[in-house]
């Protein structure tokens, strides 16, 4: 690893330099250092500036780039002398405020870490004896606590306050008096943490197959060239990519370069992290959401200070502060989770193409089912393609069957789970194997309703119904939080025929229970695993076979590796097919084809049914003969007809404000500035703008919420549009409307 970096003395000769505060501002401001401050600052160094009356975060991002005529206020503390990125990545930041439309100072704020402990900042104070053993009995006059502390810390020499304070109570005062007697020495240090202190012992790489080999060779050519590289690593289910991006990691390190692992879920960066520390050691930093502030704060630092050059994380960690950058990998680059939200709107995949073109680094976009417009720009040239076509497991793909459901009522009963699926189960239970189960749908029912006079249960907040959570007798909305007591009476006519509609994961594990009373179920969704302990604690007991079986949202398609489960059921494979979204076939091909890789990953071979009311959609046809190239051809021909990615760029533009009314008004206008600003700027052939609309969910949280879609034939039309309708709005286009830029948005809800 590289030595830590040394921040320079002076930032520039007249003290000026760049600010970005953590305001929504899209442009940075000019401050000057003074001279009692300018030792040891560098760029990316959080400080403290004024801005107006307030006084605000803020992180020096090198020189002033121009001398402003207004009077320049001075940086009034430099808040932690340990710069949270370095100049490389300055550019990136530029960027990412410049390509997603958002102010500059909130792509800081949803960039850094920011640990909610205040000023320790993720240090804790150390107690160190400042005497030999033969030292510690020649003070007199100590009392009992002073003597016990002594020779507490005579065995140890030195520990964390709190661990001192688990055997000797409240010693910070006696402490006190040590300190000035020059006795112990009580000083601050950053506090470690380590998220993968529990990795198994290294085991020796196993052989590669023939493919592997060849993957591995491109790709190390590639990081000897040391030139922004991409690639796309197509690989069916347990066909090793993991391994290949070990071993592509191993090269980038023994160039001197440091190594980004994106996963799309929390859950993942367990397992995968733990395969780089087993390989790596110590030099594997965890990077995501679901860690304390103080926890990702202390890897963050870590990684800035070069004690450590590979970081593994969700999303977030595509700003991990890597120096010398040589190797990225997305994987499962097609998933929804890379997209971002809420504030910083950005879809990690395509920033981390961008970081590995600013970096030189050779960048693997790896899925089973890459996204139609990551595979149309390999087939086009643009990323170098590899396959790996076959299973390095003993096992080939499993065998997949479509359950048509209107085939298999049950008198006036539509089944949960059909007579197909239910025999299989039951055979699989009886080899002692293991079934996973996919519903992409919490709770035990999306509608609750009143049969006599139809009222629906919906949210106080949001025009959305109410998901009925039977457990935990009450209905719950899963956007806002919203909840109330399961109601015994209709608010509406006072009839207690109160009824449930529609499946979720609760209703189906409570069927699960009662077909198969004897097996041992879990079922692992955001209302199960509220927490990654939770969540990480359910997938080992599947995997070391304490679970018979496990049903889960999209949360178990992804990446894990159960060699003991052979049976995969999609139960209602429908519920995301006809989604009013333009990639719903391609969300339910690669949901059902993900899904279907957990089985038969071991010895034994695998079957998966796919339960459905429209067996003949190609999307399902496809998963079914394991043929993502029928699918990607019929896909494309579609949007190719439609005008939809990868044939067009998308932004949506969204309006919303706490007044229905206003916000309605205030997309009007907006949809008449776009109009007008593509006639004076002649992009009427490259543009079109499709709106105003009341969104599908026309209220969220309290705020009603309107949308225009603009369709662009390439990128620069688009931003002159988005660039000029911003200057065009002045302070805003209403009051108390918020204009949101979605760019490439991932769904349109």
């Known amino acids: 690893m590289n030595p830590s970096p040394t921040p320079a003395n002076s930032l520039t000769p007249n003290g000026l ?15 000057r250092l003074p001279e009692k401050l300018a030792t040891g600052i560098g760029i990316g160094v959080p400080v403290l500036v004024p801005v107006g009356r307030r006084q605000v975060t803020g992180y020096i991002l090198g020189p002033a780039r121009a001398t402003p005529t207004v009077t320049i206020k001075d940086v009034n503390a430099i808040l932690d002398s340990w710069p949270r990125f370095d100049a490389a990545l300055v550019p990136f930041f530029r960027w990412l405020a410049d390509y ?35 030292d510690v009995q020649k003070p007199g006059r100590l009392g009992l606590k002073a003597k016990a502390i002594l020779a507490f810390l005579k065995d140890i020499g030195s520990c964390p306050l709190s661990h001192l304070s688990r055997f000797i109570p409240r010693p910070r005062e006696t402490l006190g008096r040590l300190a000035r007697a020059n006795l112990v020495v009580l000083a601050p240090r950053a506090r470690h943490f380590d998220p993968l202190a529990e990795t198994p012992a290294a085991a020796p790489p196993p052989v590669l197959s023939s493919d592997q080999e060849e993957a591995c060779q491109a790709i190390r050519l590639a990081l000897r060239r040391q030139g922004f590289s991409p690639f796309l690593v197509y690989g069916v289910t347990a066909s090793g990519k993991t391994e290949v991006y070990l071993q592509a990691a191993q090269e980038a390190l023994a160039l001197k370069k440091s190594v980004l692992v994106l996963l799309p879920e929390i859950a993942l960066t ?3 992290g733990q395969a780089f520390r087993q390989r790596f050691g110590p030099r594997v930093a965890l990077l995501h959401s679901g860690l304390s502030d103080n926890a990702r704060l202390d890897q963050w630092r870590r990684l800035a200070l070069r004690e450590m050059d590979i970081a593994v994380g969700a999303r977030s960690a595509v700003f991990a502060p890597l120096a010398d950058l040589g190797l990225i990998v997305v994987d499962e680059e097609h998933d929804q989770s890379y997209k971002n939200e809420g504030g910083l709107p950005y879809q990690a995949r395509d920033a981390a193409l961008y970081r590995g073109q600013l970096a030189g680094a050779v960048t693997l976009l790896g899925s089973a089912t890459p996204s139609v417009t990551t595979y149309y720009r390999a087939q086009r040239g643009k990323y170098q393609y590899i396959s790996l076509p076959e299973r390095v497991t003993p096992q080939s793909l499993p065998q997949v069957h479509l359950v048509n459901l209107r085939e298999h009522r049950e008198g006036r009963r539509l089944p949960i789970i059909s007579a197909p699926l239910r025999l299989a189960i039951a055979e699989t239970l009886s080899r002692k194997e293991q079934v996973l189960l996919f519903l992409n749908r919490r709770g035990y029912a999306n509608v609750y309703f009143c049969l006599f006079c139809s009222h629906i249960f919906q949210c106080q907040h949001c025009s959305v119904s109410l998901t009925l959570h039977r457990q935990e007798g009450k209905l719950r909305c899963h956007y806002c939080g919203y909840q109330e007591p399961l109601p015994v009476v209709c608010p509406q006519c006072q009839s207690t025929a109160l009824k449930h509609y529609g499946l979720g994961g609760e209703f189906l594990e409570r069927e699960v229970r009662r077909l198969f009373p004897e097996a041992r179920i879990a079922r692992l969704d955001r209302d199960t695993a509220s927490h990654r302990g939770k969540a990480i604690q359910i997938l080992e007991e599947m995997k070391t076979h304490r679970l018979d079986i496990l049903i889960g949202t999209q949360m178990i398609t992804k990446g894990h590796d159960f060699p003991q489960v052979t049976l995969v059921g999609a139960v209602a494979a429908d519920l995301s097919l006809y989604f009013p979204e333009y990639h719903a076939g391609e969300r339910t091909f690669q949901l059902l084809t993900q899904v279907a890789g957990r089985a038969g990953r071991g010895v034994r071979p695998g079957q998966v049914f796919i339960q459905t009311y429209h067996p003949e959609h190609f999307a399902l046809t496809a998963a079914q003969r394991h043929d993502y190239q029928a699918f990607y051809e019929a896909e494309l021909a579609a949007r190719r007809d439609l005008g939809y990615p990868p044939f067009t760029r998308l932004a949506l533009l969204r309006l919303q404000g706490k007044n229905a009314a206003t916000v309605e008004a205030a997309a009007h206008k907006v949809a008449r500035a776009a109009q007008t600003i593509l006639r004076t700027h002649n992009l009427e052939k490259h543009l079109r703008i499709l709106g105003p609309a009341p969104a599908p969910r026309s209220r969220l949280k309290e705020q009603y919420r309107w949308q225009i879609l603009l369709k662009s034939y390439g990128r620069q039309p688009l931003s002159a549009l988005l660039d000029q309708l911003r200057a065009s709005g002045g302070k805003g286009w209403g009051p108390d409307v918020t204009l949101l830029v979605d760019m490439d948005p991932a769904g349109m809800q």
């Not at 330099?17 to 401050?31: G, I, K, M, R």
């Open 17 to 31: 330099v760049e600010v970005a505060v953590t305001l929504p501002l899209f442009h940075t401001l000019t401050y």
């Open 100 to 134: 997603y439309q958002h102010p500059i100072g909130e792509v800081f704020r949803t960039a850094l870490p920011t640990p909610r402990s205040g000023k320790n900042d993720g240090q804790e104070y150390w107690v160190t004896l400042n005497l030999t053993g033969a």
């Open 270 to 272: 367990h397992p995968i």
